[in-house]
C-alpha cells in the first residue's frame, strides 16, 4: 500500500518505530508492539541484562518481524556511547544502533558535539548508527558526512508528548537530507505523528505516548493507522492553502 | 563517496524528460503556483508550455520571493577576458580553434591595465575568463592571474575549461572564489556536434566538474545550458536537477544559475530551438520558483529592455559593459569578440537604471578570510 523505506538496505513495510520503555507490564509492551506492527522497537541497554540470555522483557518481543534497535540511553559522551554500542552488538548481536548521549539527566537534550564525534568513531567501527539529535540542519548534513545511515531529529523535547515544535527545522532537514529522517522524541498524539509524515519525514519513533496512554494497544492501532495516513497523504501531494494573488501593475507588459 | 551528478543524469531519458514537461497542464501549473515548498515536478510545469497564460502571475512570485531573500539590491560582476587561445572546437563560439582570428593572451602589464580599468569603473567582483589552452592559459597562468590581481578584488571567480579536484584546491588556495562552468547543453548526442573536437568534447568529464568543484570545496559554482542548442524546456529541466542535486551533496556551496542565450559571433550558428524573450522570463521565474535562494545571473547578452525589466523578476547579479575580447576594454578593444553583446550601456549608466528603478547596486559582498 504504501511504498517501503529502506536504512541501509534493509526494508521496513511499517515506518513507525517504537520503544520499550515505561510500559506497565511486559506483557502490555509485547501486545502493544504487536499492535503498531513496528518492525524496529528500540531497547536502552542499560535496561537489559546482557547476562541473562532469559531477560524477560527481551523474551516479550522476540518476534520473527521485530527488530531490536538497541539504544545507548544513559550514556554522557562518546567514549561510554562507543562503548556502549559495542557491548550492544556483542550481547545482542545487532550492529544497529540508535545513539543516544544526553549528559544532563532531567531534559535528556542530545549533545551536537559528542553525537558527531561517536557517530564517525562507530561508523568505521562497522555500525549501522541511528543518532538522536536536536533538529539541527547542519548538524544532520555532518551525521550524513561521516556516514550516518540517518538522523533522528527530535520534535519537541523528550517526554513532553508536546508535538511537533521543530517544525521549521524540520523542513529543512527533510529538504536536504540525502539520508532518511526520522522525527524522534515529543510526539504525543496520533495527529502528531501523521503531521510529521505530512511533512515528509521517512519514519516516527513513538515510545512515551503508546506506553503511557490509559490504554496502550488501541494507542499502537491509532499511531500505526495515522503513520499511514500521513505517509499516503504525503505521497499523495497535499491540497495548498490558498493565497490571494496581490493585484498589482503588470510585470511582463514589456514582452509584449 | 564515488558516485557523481552522471549516475543520477543516466537514469534520466531525453525524450522522456521532454514529453513529461510537455505533458503539464494548466492545473499542474496552478497547484505549483500555489505551494511553498515545490520541487523538480512543479518546476516542470513552470517550464512547460501550459505556464505561458500564468507567466504574469510567475513574475509576480518571484519578484515577491525574491525581494524577501535579496531585498532590493544587485551584485554587479564584471567579466575579464585573458586569452582567446583555444584548441577546442565549439560550433557556436568565437574563439573555437577553426577560427582563423588573431590569438592573444594577456601579459602581466596587460591584465593591470584592464584592471585599473575595471576598478575605476567601481568593480570588485570580477569573473576571470579564458578558452581552453593548456601550453599558454593552464592552471599555472590562471593561478598567477589570480594571485596578480587578488590585491585588487574581493571576490574572484572564473570560467575557464574544466578541471581536476586538485588544481581547483590549489586555485582556491590562491583564492578563488567561485567557478562557473555550463554544460552548454545536457542533451548528450546534440553535445557531441557542437564539440567534435578537443578536450571539451568529453560530456562526461564536463558533466561531472561541479562534483571536482563540490569535492574541492569551492565558494561558489555556477551552472547553466547555453540555450539554442536544444529544446530550452529540456535543458533547464536538467540543469535545475543537477542544481538540486549538487545543494544536496555539497551543502556548504553557494550556487547560481545563468541563462545564456546564443549570440552572433563570427563564424556563426542559428539557434537549433529558438527560445523568445517570453519563455527565458519563464525560465528565470521557474528558477526562482522551485528554489528561493539560488543566485540568477544576467549578462549583457541580452538587450536594454530586457535587462531593465529581468532585474525585478528574480536576478540577482548583473554585469555591465562587458568585453568579450581579451584587451577589450583598454588594451586592444578593436580585437574579436568570442560574441556581440546586446546592452552596451555604460557601467556607470547600468548603476543609474537601478537606482532609478529601486534597486541598489552592490560592488563588493565579500572578503576572504584565508
Redesign the interface.
Known amino acids: 500500500m504504501n511504498d517501503i523505506l529502506n536504512i541501509a538496505g534493509k526494508k521496513f513495510n511499517s515506518r513507525l518505530f517504537t520503544g520499550t520503555g515505561k510500559f506497565s507490564s511486559n506483557k502490555l509492551m509485547s501486545e502493544a508492539i504487536l499492535a503498531s506492527e513496528s518492525e524496529l522497537v528500540t531497547v536502552a541497554l542499560k535496561r537489559v541484562d546482557v547476562e541473562n540470555e532469559q531477560d524477560k522483557m527481551l523474551q516479550s518481543i522476540t518476534k520473527p518481524h521485530v527488530n531490536l534497535l538497541p539504544n545507548t540511553s544513559g550514556v554522557r559522551n562518546a567514549k561510554e556511547a562507543v562503548f556502549a554500542a559495542q557491548l550492544a552488538r556483542e550481547a545482542l548481536g545487532t550492529n544497529w544502533i540508535k545513539l543516544e548521549i544526553h549528559p544532563d539527566p532531567k531534559y535528556l537534550l542530545p549533545d551536537p558535539i559528542e553525537t558527531l564525534k561517536a557517530t564517525e568513531e562507530l561508523v568505521k567501527l562497522g555500525f549501522i548508527v541511528m543518532p538522536y539529535i536536536h533538529a539541527d540542519p547542519v548538524l544532520c548534513?555532518r551525521l550524513e558526512d561521516v556516514g550516518a545511515q540517518c538522523v533522528m531529529p527530535l520534535g519537541a523535547p523528550i517526554g513532553t508528548n508536546k508535538g511537533i515544535k521543530t517544525v521549521d527545522f524540520l523542513?529543512i532537514i527533510i529538504?536536504?537530507?540525502?539520508v532518511p529522517v526520522i522525527v524522534d522524541a515529543g510526539i504525543g498524539s496520533p495527529s502528531h505523528a501523521a503531521y510529521a509524515m505530512e511533512l515528509g519525514a521517512d519514519a516516527v519513533l513513538v515510545n512515551t505516548a503508546i506506553a503511557v496512554s490509559q490504554n496502550p494497544v488501541q494507542m499502537a492501532i491509532a499511531f500505526k493507522m495515522a503513520v499511514e495516513a500521513g505517509r499516503m497523504a504525503y505521497n499523495a501531494?497535499l491540497a495548498?492553502?490558498?493565497?490571494h494573488?496581490?493585484a498589482?501593475s503588470?510585470?511582463?507588459s514589456?514582452?509584449n | 563517496m564515488n558516485k557523481t551528478f552522471q549516475n543520477l543524469f543516466d537514469t534520466y531519458n531525453w525524450d522522456d524528460t521532454l514529453a513529461s514537461i510537455n505533458a503539464k497542464t494548466a492545473q499542474d501549473v496552478e497547484y505549483a503556483l500555489s505551494k511553498t515548498k515545490r520541487d523538480l515536478e512543479d518546476f516542470k510545469a513552470f517550464i512547460s508550455p501550459a505556464a505561458a497564460p500564468y507567466l504574469e502571475q510567475m513574475a509576480h512570485l518571484s519578484k515577491m520571493t525574491t525581494k524577501k531573500r535579496f531585498g532590493n539590491t544587485i551584485q554587479m560582476y564584471v567579466p575579464m577576458y585573458l586569452s582567446n587561445e583555444c584548441q577546442n572546437i565549439c560550433t557556436y563560439c568565437g574563439f573555437s580553434m577553426t577560427n582563423k582570428i588573431p590569438r592573444r593572451t594577456l601579459t602581466d602589464d596587460e591584465i593591470l591595465k584592464e584592471v585599473a580599468f575595471l576598478k575605476a569603473k567601481g568593480y570588485d567582483h570580477i569573473l576571470l575568463v579564458t578558452g581552453e589552452a593548456n601550453k599558454t592559459v593552464g592552471v599555472p597562468y590562471i593561478k598567477h592571474a589570480i594571485e596578480l590581481i587578488r590585491d585588487q578584488f574581493a571576490n574572484i571567480s572564473m570560467e575557464v575549461q574544466p578541471l581536476d579536484q586538485h588544481e581547483y584546491e590549489e586555485l582556491i588556495e590562491a583564492n578563488l572564489y567561485a567557478v562557473l562552468v555550463y554544460q552548454e547543453t545536457y542533451h548528450r548526442d546534440e553535445y557531441k556536434k557542437h564539440h567534435p573536437k578537443g578536450k571539451k568534447s568529453n560530456f562526461d568529464y564536463r558533466l561531472d566538474t561541479a562534483d571536482r568543484l563540490g569535492k574541492a570545496g569551492v565558494h561558489k559554482i555556477g551552472i547553466g545550458a547555453l540555450f539554442g542548442l536544444e529544446d530550452w524546456r529540456a535543458d533547464s529541466f536538467f540543469t535545475a536537477l543537477h542544481l538540486k542535486y549538487l545543494q544536496k551533496t555539497y551543502w556548504k556551496t553557494k550556487y547560481s544559475i545563468s541563462f545564456p542565450r546564443l549570440r552572433p559571433h563570427s563564424g556563426g550558428l542559428e539557434p537549433k530551438v529558438e527560445m523568445t524573450d517570453k519563455n527565458l522570463v519563464q525560465t528565470i521565474c521557474a528558477f526562482r520558483l522551485l528554489d528561493e535562494d539560488v543566485e540568477l545571473s544576467m549578462s549583457t547578452r541580452e538587450s536594454e529592455v530586457f535587462r531593465n525589466n529581468i532585474v525585478h523578476l528574480g536576478i540577482t547579479s548583473l554585469s555591465a559593459e562587458s568585453k568579450t575580447n581579451p584587451g577589450g576594454y583598454v588594451v586592444e578593444p578593436q580585437s574579436l569578440e568570442q560574441f556581440e553583446i546586446s546592452d552596451e550601456r555604460s557601467t556607470e549608466l547600468i548603476a543609474e537604471m537601478l537606482k532609478q528603478s529601486g534597486l541598489e547596486p552592490v560592488w563588493k559582498d565579500w572578503e576572504a578570510f584565508n
Open positions: 548534513k523542513e529538504e536536504q537530507s540525502n501531494k495548498s492553502i490558498k493565497k494573488a496581490e498589482s503588470p510585470l511582463t514589456f514582452l
